[in-house]
């Protein structure tokens, strides 16, 4: 079984498309916490209330960098999605520690972000625009055939 890690932007349905594309395969998925207010809040809620915004923050991103790092490091291949509505530092950092890792990366975003994302793409065995050619990555490696 292939283990795919799916890290990145999370306001868009990029990951239900390759879920749904990779039927049939024999690939699990695993991913961060995508339901924004519990990322953010399982710090204070596990761990206490915090009054300064800072801390409350802080606690929030060493909690979740737990479950990232176990993530990316039990994967085989770490697919890292840049979306266009928001400055996602988490998933440079997420393509950095997968690349340190010696992760397969895939990275996935759109063309717009080809010159900011210049470094990040070339730790990456592939760069793709469309979810769909994650999915036709994620079957030639599995299985050896080619799209269409």
Known sequence: MLKVYLS?????????QIIAGAQGLDV?????VTDHAASDDCGVAILGAEPDKFWHDRKGAQIN????????ADADVVVVRFG???????AAF?????AALGKSLIILHGPDHAHALKEVDAAALAVTQEPEQVVQILRYVLTGALPG
């Open 84 to 90: 266009d509505q928001y400055k996602q530092w988490n």
């Open 65 to 72: 960098a737990i479950r990232t790092r176990k993530g990316i």
């Open 28 to 32: 699990s998925f695993d991913s961060p």
């Open 94 to 98: 997420d393509a950095g520690y997968a």
């Open 8 to 16: 990145g932007e999370i306001h868009t349905d990029w990951r239900e």
